[in-house]
């Protein structure tokens, strides 16, 4: 990616050293609000079923969007946090500057589109720390992963991920990276747009496998709003010759199936709660081939 000497995004907070924490806390309109929406309207009638494998995908891509809406981050074990604060050199904050950048680039696009459908976008705050710290959701911690609170409406990140997603998962690149900060600040759309509150209210009528449907769509539907920036970034120039394929070996390596099969040696396609590699995969593409946040329909189709 092509992002050296562009321009940071001024909502970066940087708790990088500090122990501990201390911080508190067009379109068309799904049923019961109106609202930009990105989705259709019948959420929750697939049959996707119980909710397993938090510690698998809180190591990754954020946590599930059921705990993050009842105001809690799980807190990984002790053995994927730092127990030391590390230091900071000069490639943790070039890869903080690209954080900026890549943040900054999100923050260009969806103003666009809130203001082409006569809204105002409200720019997330990105969180970078490192080992732990407080959010609006609980404590976040590094073996969490990258995740959005939907209630201070702020993303966090420790560096030390991008680490663990070139080693231990295999997805390298600069691109890669993009990609989980891109799906983030879909989140952060779905909190505006009004997917997450309805997901949250939604909740106490919906069975365990309703629920588990719903978060699947969420996810999905925020990597295709990650495929949408992607596809921004190909029009400001910013992409280089495999990026895309990064970001495509990111989401099927951080599929449910991929993740399930490296634990455990067998996958459950019931107990999936962010989709399949293969969906991931498929979404991603979808929103980056249409350039278009109205393609990122998961709620409006059958099976997505």
């Not at 609202?35 to 259709?40: D, K, L, Q, T």
């Not at 970001?247 to 996958?267: S, V």
Request: include cysteine.
């Amino acid at each position: 990616m092509k992002w050296r000497g562009r321009k940071q995004s001024s909502n970066i907070e940087d708790r990088r050293g500090q122990s501990g924490g201390g911080f508190g806390g067009g379109f068309s309109g799904m049923p019961g609000g109106s609202r930009m929406r990105i989705p259709g309207g019948r959420a929750g009638t697939g049959s996707i079923g119980l909710i397993v494998a938090i510690v698998i995908i809180g190591m990754l891509l954020g946590v599930n969007p059921m705990e993050l809406l009842s105001g809690s981050v799980p807190s990984g074990p002790s053995a994927g946090s730092s127990t030391s604060q590390p230091t900071q050199n000069a490639a943790e904050d070039e890869l903080a500057d690209f954080v900026g950048v890549v943040v900054k680039e999100t923050e260009d696009m969806w103003a666009k589109v809130f203001a082409d459908n006569s809204m105002s976008y409200s720019e997330p705050v990105v969180v970078l720390y490192s080992g732990q710290t407080s959010s609006g959701c609980g404590v976040a911690d590094a073996a969490t992963g990258p995740f959005y609170c939907p209630n201070d409406q702020k993303i966090y990140i420790d560096l030390s991920f991008y680490e663990q997603l070139r080693r231990q998962f295999g997805a390298p690149g600069d691109f890669a990276q993009a990609y989980v900060i891109a799906h983030e600040i879909g989140h952060h759309v779905q909190n505006l747009t009004g997917v997450l509150p309805e997901f949250n209210q939604a909740r106490a009528r919906l069975s365990a496998k309703e629920q588990n449907e719903w978060s699947v769509r969420v996810e999905l539907q925020a990597d295709c709003y990650a495929g949408v920036w992607a596809a921004y970034a190909g029009q400001e120039d910013l992409l280089e010759n495999g990026d895309i394929a990064e970001a495509l070996n990111a989401a099927e390596k951080i599929g449910d199936d991929t993740l399930q099969e490296r634990m455990q040696g067998y996958a459950v396609h019931a107990t999936f709660t962010h989709g399949s590699a293969a969906q991931r995969q498929r979404w991603f593409e979808r929103g980056y081939e249409e350039a278009d946040p109205g393609a990122c329909d998961t709620f409006g189709v059958a099976s997505p």
